[in-house]
């Protein structure tokens, strides 16, 4: 078994209109920007994927990495917790026009909607967001006396993220704060693409070090020195690159 | 009787339907056996409840680490690619659908697919383990047992009488006489001993063998 | 009118009631300020929502790792004892019950604890972020604001008006211009500015202010 | 902040009657056996605690930990999921006698109740145990048109775990498959108690390899070269020492 992918475009290769993909990353810690730009090259050749609902912490940041999907037409719907960045204007004009859906999630009840798809939990209950609009219509249960909103999990058809060291049989590790959802969405997607920065052999990777065993991880692209998303945007990159 | 398989025989025969790389929990037991059969050129990864996804064999007496046991606390060892989790990751694995497939014994199998493997009545001490588990997350849940008890009685039942692991959950059964699938709540025979008939094989089945194409002889090596 | 506390002092204020080794999560923006002045002697950990627990200071301009900010996407260093991990167990902490403490910014806090500091009204793009799993998560959620909007008018209400971040959540508002607790649905003061009388304070808050004991005078360094 | 505390003796003190305390371990790997054992000594010189309910994947094996502490008659209650072992003799008479009570839990459903206990999550739904005996009386609902039984957490008072190395902030690492249930143990129990066969200065474990952080831990206690369960049973060993 190597879960190797020697291309960018054939590890995105498999995503389709109308599907859901969890994106990882925290702002720009952890987005797996070259999967994205390759996904957005593939659009652009083929006019495909598009009406993709993208699950991200937040709706993008200047104009790369998902702020790009969303200006090329990418993308239908955003489900996120915190859909402003240093630079929102590419989802806040695109949803202010109505045209880009937002599911508002609380980023507890999204982490945890996220990680209840990955372990075979189709609902739980708690205490976030009780009383807020953000639960309205939602079912409300009242354990020990105290009142809880079920929430659903959350899934998607495939999950984009980067990882430190992937090994192939796809155990990972992260670096730092870019790990967050990352490890949950390999969990909760029917198929995970990782971007690595350093692909090595089994056995490279520490048993007790792994994070993310190979177990929910479909293929690793090694991406050495990545992108930076808070770079990119530093230094005013767009994705496609402008030409004057 | 016609000779039937030994548990050997019906290891190896499951052990053939696991593809290359495939992530497989084999319960305590009798299926632990099934993981000495992979054939040449696949290897599977191999996943047990207490936190260890692609451990390798058992380790030659007096070399056992007692850190590092599969669910039946038999000492194995770490090969490279093994990863260590906790129990809710580990069982975030089983129950989330990532186990391509797991493979347990049983006391009976219904031809609805209900499994009864974990109790065999009031009496004693119950204890469950991680079967109920895996009979509801696993991909694929296939049985390996003898296809009568000891006493010469049906394994394979119309219903359970015995309490239940699992509704409606086990899709093949390895048995040492024959293959046979759950379809729609049936028991489709797949394959059966060449020398035993379609008759004396009914007879000794609790619900009845439904054919669907042709039935395979059942072939295994002396193992 | 009084000189009211700077938003520094109101932060100071709120730095002295952290314990040592207390767990606390600072909400982003002015919130983030706290943590400048934990007394002498005493050192929280502090928790940030991305999954990093005991972070230090801001690193010096230039020398930042954009793989290691907090939830306000401001770059943050390590020390010795951190530990990284992912945003299921980042809020396991949180909704779990944790984190000894929790200090947010809000638009109104009302005299029975509702909490609200997420949303201004319809317009424009919702955002939430961690806001609503942490008022319900910390053993104390603490509020720090300034004491009325910028048009004068009171954020200590008897009911709040805007969309909820919490139910009965809040249980101290450290305010420019007093610290107010809240107990059985009131506001019950605990210090205010000396030179404020008590009927002013009142006039600039939204519901009845209660007095149990003494009222102390709300004192902050030049900080 | 220094968790460190000297001696095990102090360690197991805060354990009182009738309290529920969740004991790490799988079997033998990870049983914080010199921490089970320091709370038989205070129940044979004070007659506490008893009464006890204990959530532990098992129910003792042999005479030494768990299955000492059920000897002594310091259990009233059992949580497990897999009450058998090379040797149940202890558990399995009182059982048998009604002086112990069992639930039994599918080790799954122990796992994530536990977990839930830790995270806030005060019930969940699993497919596990849907239409079998151990469901029977529980919540049942249907999502996506598949069965499902409802859960609740699981918590404790005091949780008793063995990691391999500690620093003095609480942060743990594990042996190998010792890991087990002491992570989400240590998350659901008002106050958890570690013993680490090697404690450290804080900035000793890497920051990415921590697996349970402090946040989750109340104290450690160092025990250099602990005790394996597995051992003392081939040993035929009985706690305390049966003397001649």
Redesign the interface.
């Known amino acids: ?1 190597d879960k190797r992918i020697s291309s960018l475009a054939a590890a995105v290769a498999g995503i389709e209109d109308g599907m859901t993909v969890m994106i990882g990353g925290f702002g720009g810690s952890g987005a797996p920007i070259e999967l994205i730009h390759a996904l957005i090259d593939r659009y652009r050749a083929t006019g495909s994927p598009k009406n993709l609902t993208v699950i991200n912490n937040n709706a993008g940041n200047g104009h790369v990495g998902i702020a790009a999907m969303i200006e090329q037409g990418m993308v239908a719907k955003m489900v996120c917790s915190f859909p402003r960045s240093a630079d929102p204007r590419v989802f806040t004009e695109r949803y202010l026009a109505g045209e880009i859906d937002l599911e508002l999630v609380p980023q507890g009840t999204l982490a945890e909607r996220i ?1 209840a ?5 189709p609902a739980f209950y708690t205490p976030t967001g009780f009383g807020t609009d953000l639960a309205k219509g939602k079912p409300v249960a009242e354990f020990d006396g105290r009142s809880y909103v079920q929430e659903r999990w959350l899934k998607a058809d495939v999950a984009l993220i980067k990882a430190e060291t992937g ?3 796809g ?1 990972l590790t992260y670096r730092m704060a870019a790990r967050n959802f990352a490890p949950i969405m390999a ?1 909760a997607a029917a198929r995970t693409v990782a971007q690595v920065s350093r692909a090595v ?3 490279g990777i520490d ?2 070090a ?1 994070v993310t ?4 991880v479909d293929c690793i692209v090694e991406v050495p020195n990545p992108a930076q998303e808070e770079d990119l945007n530093r230094a005013n990159a767009y994705y496609p690159e402008v030409t004057a | 009787m016609t000779a039937k398989l030994t548990n050997a025989q019906i290891a190896w025969r499951a052990a053939q339907d696991i593809q ?2 495939a ?1 497989v929990n084999l319960g305590i037991g009798f299926p632990e056996m099934v993981a000495r059969f992979q054939p040449e050129g696949r ?1 599977a ?1 191999f ?8 451990f390798g064999e058992a380790p030659a007496p007096g070399q056992e ?5 599969n669910a039946g ?1 038999k000492a194995v060892t ?22 391509d497939v797991a493979i347990l014994g049983a006391y009976q199998v219904a031809q609805n697919g209900d499994l009864a493997n974990w ?1 065999t009545g009031p009496k ?10 895996l009979v ?2 696993a991909k694929r849940v296939a049985v390996i047992t003898d296809h009568v008890t000891k006493d010469g009685k049906p394994k394979l039942v119309a219903a359970c009488t015995l ?5 409606g959950c086990v899709t093949r059964v390895y048995t040492s006489l024959a293959v046979v699938d759950i379809v729609d709540g049936c028991f489709v025979l797949r394959e059966k001993l060449a020398a035993l008939s379609l008759d004396d094989l009914q007879s000794l089945t609790g619900a009845p063998l439904h054919l669907d194409g042709a039935v395979a002889d059942l072939t295994c090596p002396e193992v």
């Open positions: 078994m990680r798809g990955g372990a075979g939990i090994d192939h049989l155990n969990m052999e089994p056995g048993p007790e792994v065993p190979g177990i929910f | 290359d790389g992530y290897q990864v996943h047990t409840e207490n936190g260890i996804l692609g680490d007692w850190d590092l046991i606390k770490i090969k490279p690619g093994t990863a260590f989790f906790h129990h809710a990751d580990s069982f975030a694995m089983v129950r989330g659908g990532h186990l109790s004693g001490v119950p204890a469950v383990g991680g079967a109920m588990d509801h997350g309490p239940l692991t699992g509704v």
